[in-house]
């Protein structure tokens, strides 16, 4: 199943709308496991199908593959094929793909940033509000 954002946005490029530059690129990450692929790609280098399927054990086989899919419409990866017995498949972020990685960066640093401050906030107990109430 494609992501609706992504999907939206090729809606209205293929229609001439090219109105939200932070759509578009909304729309490059939308997927769950996209952000993780081209970090990988983007840091690692050349992965395989079943390499990245370790890295991401709880992504079906079908959802994988439609995001490695949809990443090398966008030109985002390359998939190269070997004719091996058995086939060989690479995915390898693209010079596109790379001017991404500093984005996913920032993310990741707003994010873990976000989590510290959510770990040193305690939690809210609403019970204790009904005891302060009934007092």
């Given at each position: 199943?494609?992501?609706?954002?992504?999907?939206?946005?090729?809606?209205?490029?293929?229609?001439?709308?090219?109105?939200?530059?932070?759509?578009l690129?909304?729309?490059m990450f939308?997927?769950?496991?996209?952000?993780?692929?081209?970090?990988?790609?983007?840091?690692?280098?050349?992965?395989?199908?079943?390499?990245?399927?370790?890295?991401?054990?709880?992504?079906?086989?079908?959802v994988?593959?439609q995001?490695?899919?949809?990443?090398?419409?966008?030109?985002?990866?390359?998939?190269?094929v070997?004719?091996?017995v058995p086939?060989?498949?690479?995915?390898?972020?693209?010079?596109l793909?790379?001017?991404?990685?500093?984005?996913?960066?920032l993310?990741?640093?707003?994010?873990t940033?976000?989590?510290?401050?959510?770990?040193?906030?305690?939690?809210?107990?609403?019970?204790?509000?009904?005891?302060?109430?009934?007092?």
């Open positions: 199943m494609t992501d609706e954002v992504r999907t939206d946005v090729q809606e209205k490029l293929l229609s001439g709308d090219y109105s939200c530059a932070k759509e690129t909304l729309s939308s997927g769950k496991w996209k952000i993780v692929i081209l970090y990988h790609l983007g840091k690692d280098g050349i992965y395989r199908f079943g390499e990245l399927k370790k890295l991401l054990p709880n992504a079906s086989n079908k994988l593959t995001q490695l899919r949809e990443l090398e419409q966008d030109e985002l990866i390359t998939r190269t070997y004719p091996e086939v060989r498949v690479d995915y390898q972020i693209t010079e793909g790379l001017s991404l990685i500093p984005i996913i960066d993310m990741y640093e707003w994010g940033q976000r989590l510290k401050q959510l770990t040193h906030v305690p939690p809210h107990n609403i019970n204790e509000d009904a005891i302060k109430n009934n007092e």
